[in-house]
Every structure is written in structure tokens, then in C-alpha cells.
């Protein structure tokens, strides 16, 4: 959001003057749609299908579009070729005509003024002459196709209706979302209704925080339906934003501070028993940004209330280690620790992982997923020595009981819900929290979904990362890509084909990972081809897996089950099938998965789309590895819902707050959240002392 300058602004009302003349006091914002003009209990009920029960609602529904009609022109002003303009007339003829074949036609509409007739056509569109009728007023918009006669091709046309409030006919008139049986109309109608008797009664939430220059509430309801110009509803849409995101930063800033009130950290000040061996047993050195990252984190885990904090990273950063020295800490301390993850297979890996670190230092590392649990039933020792707990969702079942938790972590913390965060926290007594993620999180994201937490970055890559190389060919080189990859696999590389479906989808646009099998095993013949997808078993996974990582299978067909966790240096090449079906920041993941070693790595993506816009997306996948970059483009072109999943992650829905470009109004939320928060907490406590 750039900075509101309010010389573009017309001079601000000192008195709105909405309240008319004969005002029902009776009617409130909350007060049923009914309670206005011309909405009975049939009409209510198409509202209804809008959203819309009470007048509120109906005040918080924001226009798609504003139509300019300040600027009407006669007809007989039209008079250059490429002219745009809003004119207004009367439908005096109109008609189709078909070509001799009648494989082709021409809806011809013609309307007049009074200075002139116009002539305006749509091709190829027979299903458009019910719209119109003979003596229906209609304003115009588009540009000018011919001068002699005038004509304009497919134009915008708006019919005003004889119910049609006059005070619409020459200003800046909204655009609302649509019912079957509801017309703009009667939306107009009614909104105008609903701004003139309560817009001036709304009362913003926590009023006495400041909003940075916006108008007062009722101004920006006005301005949002019936501005007076064309800058106005962006800025209305400004200030309602702000209003949705100070909500949702206060209830996290609550959330934190009740936390600080209520939580006595768990002590883990560490002593260097593990951690000191463990990174002196590696065979390189920590980079600079996990260290920095460490220190803040030794810190957190030293403060009087407990860690909330977030690890990001991007894929191949190191995240995973730091979490190791992290645990380390908490258990020199003498506490356990729980990780929990995402998808068995992660958490299988995890498993192998932590045990080839940890066990050596004579830590016990257990599993507990749905399909293998190492924990035993039996009774624990006298004095237990920490253990460091990983799993599934399983970790949150009634039935799995570990003492004295002082940390969880959580990996890839998009997979889960807010809600289940917090029941895995509850298995300790306030332990400390490490949230992890490999999925690069634009800041307006992570200042939302993650507002409570602190945020530590790994902004920096080990030495020696081989660069990914990124292709993008079409279906019909897939016996050159396939000729690429026995290369590979002849020089001792191991490779992965990801297909977007299990089994083949209804209408057969999408690859499926079962139906390529057969055809690739003969492909790659006599290498082995595998295959993984969720619908195997615990054990049919863990096998393919294991004998992947062993080289006894050299080609993996997979799903995208292996976007996150796989660690597997010898797989040199991916090749992505459909994908065009994948957002960039899961083919971001997929693709990390490769270069996780020394050889030169190879991402090849498949697809035979031909909008601009999709290839666009995809060609500018090819040029960065940035996961930032990435991120922020993806959440520019899907958005942040179907980006992060809305219900896995947790994202609040909001009306008027757009994620993709409001971060200086998420900031702005949350430096007054946090002064809020802060200050009523220190009030109370400052009451409280003797």
C-alpha cells in the first residue's frame, strides 16, 4: 500500500448529512434487510444468498466495479474511430442475422438519443438478444469501431430500469455481486437506503486507536458505495481493511500476552554436554545465518516466558539442523522434546536422521506415527532421560502421554492448523514452540498467519549447493527428456517423475501416477522404476523409500507426497508432469528435493498449456530458485487462500483486507495491536502492585 496522500482527495464533508428527512429511528445496523424499502420476506431471502440478513451486512458488501456515468456524451459526439465514451439512448431496433451457413451471427442493437443513432453489435452470441427489448433506456460504454454509421463491437451496456433511483443516472455508480432474480436496481435501491438511515451509526472497532489519516467510518461506508470519486472506494477499502486486520492482530497480541501472564518458562539455559560434541561431529561448519539464528534462540530459551518462534528458511538451508541444536539444548536442560510432522514419510526420515545424530550421545529417539510406535507401554525408569519424540498427528492423540515436554516443534506448519498447534503444546506444561517451514512465506502472510510469533531467518544456503537448472518443454519432447534421463541414470544418478494425480481424473486432462507405471518401466528398462502415492500402506512407503535410497529403485513415480523432507543427494533429475496444475510454491518444493548433493541437477517441467498467463508463471519459475520471490509471485496470481490451503492454514477470511498488497496496513495493525495490548496488560498490573 503507498502512502495515502489526500491531495487527491475532494475536501472532506464536515457534516455527512446522511439522516433523511423522514428517518425511522428504529432502524439499526443490525436492524433485518426487511427493515428497508422494497425488500419483502421473498426479496430477503435472495439477499440472503448474498450474505446479506441485516443491514450490516448489507453496508459491508463491498461493489465488484464502479460505473462512470459523470461523463455522458451524446451519440453525435462519437465521432472518431477508437473513441471511448458512455453514451445514453433508447433501443429503437434489434435483431440477429446469420451467415449463409449460419455457422456465424450478428446481434444488432440500435439505439438513439435524440442527436443520433448507434449501432452495436456482438458476434457469435444469439443468447444475448433475450437481454434487451424495444424501448428500454440503456447507458453505453466501449470504444468506437466505425463513425459512419457509429458502431461499437461487444460494448458494456447497463439497462436502466423505470424503478431506477434518479439520484444513480449521472455519478459514479456501483457494481454489486449478483443473484438470480436480484438486479442492480433494486441493490441500489436499497443500499442507498441502508447508507442514508445507519451508515452514520456504525462504530468501528476499538475507536480510540488512530487509522493513519483514513476517513471516520461512516465516510468510508459512504465512500465504499456511492463515492463521489474514483479514488474514494480504494481509500474506503483501506480503512475497513485496517479495521478487519487490528481485529485479528489484537486477538494474537491477547493470545501472546496472556501466555507472558499466565507461563513460567521451563528453564533450558543448556550446558554444551550435546551440543558442543554434535557440531564438532559433523563434516562442515554451521553458516553464519544458522549461527546468528542459534544465539537468538539459546536467548528465547532463556527469556521468562516461554519460546513462540517461528524458522524460516528456504529449502535446503539447514532449518532441520538448527532444530537438532535446539532440542540439544532443551535436553542438556533435562527436558524431552517433541517434533511433529507432516506425513509419515517425513517423519520417518526425520527418524533415521535424528537417530544417527542423537543416539551416538546416548539420547533415545523415538517414532510415533499411525502405522509404528517405538515408544513401549512399558513403565518408564525412576529417572527417565530426556527423549526426543517423533510423529504424526498421532503426537496429539489422547493416548500418547511423554513427561516433562519442554519443546515442540513443529515442521512444515502450514500442513497444520493453528488448533492443532495448540493441543500439541498442551501435552507439556507451557514448553517452548519451534515452528518450522521450507515454504517461503510472504511477509503479509507471515505477519497474519504467524502474529504471535517470533520470526528467525535463515537467509543463506551452505556452501556447495549445486545450482538447479529449470526447463520447461512441452508433451511432444518427452522422448528427449526421457533419452536425458537415462543419461543420468547411466552415470549412477537416480531420478524423480511427479505426476499430479493417483489415478486418472474425470475428464483425462491430468497425468496419473498408476496409469504411467507400465509404459515408464519399459521406458527405463532395465533400470527399476518405483512408485509412491498416498494410498500405499505405512509399510509399502517405508519399502519404496528405503530401497530408493539404497539405488535398488533408480526412478521414483511419485505424487506430490515428496514435496517436503526427502533427502536423497544421489537424485540428480526431476521431471514434473502437468505442471501447469502445481503452484509455484509446491513445484518450489518439488524441486527441492534435487541438488541435495554434489552432481548438477536437473528440473524439467511438462506441460501443454498455452494461456499467457500460465506460461508466464511457469517461465518465470525457470529463472529463480529465490523461494521468496517465488512465494510473493504466487500469492500475487493465486492468492493467499489457495496458496496455503484456508483451512489447514489457519488464514482468517476477510472482506476488505487483501494480503496480497496491504502489508504497510498489516504493520500499521500490529504496532497498534501490540501498544494496546501492552498498555492495558501494564495498566492492570501496575493496579494490582501494593
Excluded at 61 to 75: G, L
Excluded at 104 to 132: M, Y
Excluded at 208 to 219: H, K, V, W
Excluded at 345 to 364: T, V
Aim: charged share 25%.
Amino acid at each position: 500500500m503507498e502512502k495515502l496522500d489526500r491531495s487527491i482527495l475532494p475536501p472532506r464533508r464536515t457534516s455527512l448529512n446522511v439522516i433523511p428527512a423522514r428517518m425511522d429511528t428504529t432502524v439499526t445496523p443490525d436492524s433485518p434487510i426487511t427493515a428497508l424499502n422494497g425488500v419483502g420476506t421473498q426479496r430477503a431471502v435472495l439477499f440472503e444468498k448474498l450474505g446479506v440478513q441485516t443491514i450490516r451486512d448489507l453496508l459491508l458488501i463491498a461493489p465488484r466495479r464502479f460505473e462512470d456515468r459523470r461523463q455522458v456524451i451524446s451519440i453525435a459526439e462519437l465521432n472518431e474511430k477508437g473513441q471511448t465514451a458512455m453514451v445514453r439512448g433508447r433501443v429503437v431496433e434489434m435483431g440477429t442475422r446469420y451467415s449463409s451457413n449460419r455457422t456465424r451471427s450478428q446481434f444488432l442493437l440500435v439505439v438513439d438519443d435524440g442527436t443520433a443513432r448507434l449501432h452495436c453489435s456482438w458476434w457469435n452470441a444469439p443468447f444475448i438478444e433475450k437481454r434487451f427489448a424495444r424501448g428500454q433506456d440503456l447507458f453505453i460504454y466501449g470504444k468506437v469501431r466505425t463513425t459512419k454509421p457509429r458502431s461499437i463491437d461487444h460494448p458494456d451496456t447497463t439497462i436502466l430500469e423505470p424503478e431506477e433511483d434518479p439520484r444513480m443516472s449521472q455519478r459514479l455508480v456501483p457494481v454489486y455481486p449478483l443473484t438470480e432474480g436480484l438486479k442492480q436496481y433494486m441493490i441500489r435501491s436499497v443500499a442507498w437506503q441502508a447508507v442514508e438511515l445507519c451508515g452514520y451509526l456504525l462504530i468501528a472497532p476499538h475507536p480510540e486507536l488512530p487509522r493513519a489519516g483514513l476517513p471516520s467510518l461512516p465516510e468510508a461506508i459512504r465512500w465504499l458505495h456511492f463515492p463521489d470519486d474514483p479514488n474514494q472506494p480504494e481509500i474506503a477499502r483501506q480503512r475497513l481493511a485496517l479495521d478487519e486486520l487490528i481485529e485479528m492482530q489484537i486477538k494474537m497480541q491477547v493470545r501472546r500476552c496472556n501466555l507472558e501472564a499466565q507461563a513460567r518458562a521451563i528453564p533450558c539455559p543448556g550446558t554444551h554436554e550435546f551440543v558442543r560434541p554434535f557440531l564438532s561431529g559433523l563434516p562442515f561448519e554451521l553458516t553464519e545465518a544458522q549461527t546468528n539464528v542459534l544465539r537468538e534462540i539459546r536467548q528465547a530459551l532463556n527469556d521468562p516466558v516461554p519460546m513462540r518462534r517461528l524458522l524460516q528458511g528456504d529449502v535446503g538451508s539447514g532449518k532441520t539442523l538448527v532444530a537438532a541444536c535446539t532440542a540439544l539444548m532443551v535436553m542438556e536442560s533435562g527436558f524431552s522434546t517433541l517434533l511433529m510432522a507432516p506425513t509419515e514419510i517425513l517423519a520417518n526420515q526425520h527418524y533415521e536422521i535424528f537417530k544417527r545424530w542423537f543416539e551416538p550421545l546416548g539420547l533415545p529417539v523415538h517414532l510415533q506415527t499411525g502405522g509404528q510406535k517405538t515408544l513401549g507401554a512399558e513403565r518408564p525408569p525412576s529417572k527417565p532421560k530426556p527423549t526426543l519424540v517423533i510423529g504424526t498427528h498421532a503426537l496429539v492423540s489422547d493416548k500418547f502421554k511423554l513427561e516433562k515436554v519442554g519443546l515442540v516443534i513443529i515442521d512444515e506448519q502450514h500442513k497444520f492448523g493453528v488448533a492443532q498447534r495448540e493441543e500439541l503444546l498442551r501435552k507439556g506444561f507451557y514448553p517452548h514452540l519451534l515452528v518450522m517451514t521450507a515454504t517461503p512465506i510472504p511477509r503479509t502472510l507471515g505477519l497474519t498467519l504467524y502474529g504471535d510469533l517470533d520470526i528467525s531467518l535463515i537467509d543463506q544456503l551452505p556452501p556447495g549447493r549445486r545450482q538447479i537448472k529449470t526447463f520447461l518443454r512441452s508433451p511432444d519432447k518427452l522422448p528427449q527428456v526421457w533419452e536425458f534421463v537415462r543419461k543420468e541414470l547411466a552415470q549412477d544418478r537416480q531420478a524423480y517423475i511427479v505426476y499430479p494425480r493417483v489415478d486418472e481424473d474425470q475428464d483425462g486432462t491430468a497425468k496419473a501416477v498408476v496409469l504411467e507405471l507400465e509404459s515408464l518401466q519399459r521406458v527405463f528398462h532395465p533400470y527399476r522404476v518405483g512408485i509412491l502415492h498416498g494410498r500405499l500402506s505405512s509399510s509399502e512407503k517405508e519399502a519404496v523409500m528405503r530401497d530408493f535410497q539404497v539405488k535398488r529403485v533408480h526412478v521414483l513415480l511419485a505424487t506430490p507426497l515428496i514435496e517436503v523432507g526427502i533427502d536423497m543427494p544421489n537424485a540428480s533429475v526431476m521431471v514434473i508432469e502437468n505442471a501447469e496444475m502445481f503452484g509455484l510454491a509446491q513445484l518450489h518444493q518439488l524441486r527441492g528435493r534435487i541438488g541435495r548433493g554434489t552432481n548438477a541437477s536437473y528440473c524439467i517441467l511438462i506441460t501443454d498449456a498455452r494461456q499467457a498467463v500460465t506460461l508466464s508463471r511457469l517461465e518465470l519459475f525457470t529463472k529463480t530458485t529465490d523461494g521468496f520471490k517465488i512465494a510473493e509471485a504466487d500469492l500475487q496470481i493465486r492468492g493467499p487462500g489457495e496458496l496455503l490451503g484456508q483451512q489447514q492454514s489457519g488464514l482468517p477470511e476477510f472482506k476488505f483486507a487483501d494480503l496480497q498488497k496491504d502489508l504497510e496496513l498489516i504493520k500499521l495493525a500490529r504496532t497498534l495491536a501490540i501498544a494496546k495490548v501492552r498498555g492495558h496488560a501494564q495498566s492492570i498490573q501496575s493496579k494490582n502492585q501494593p
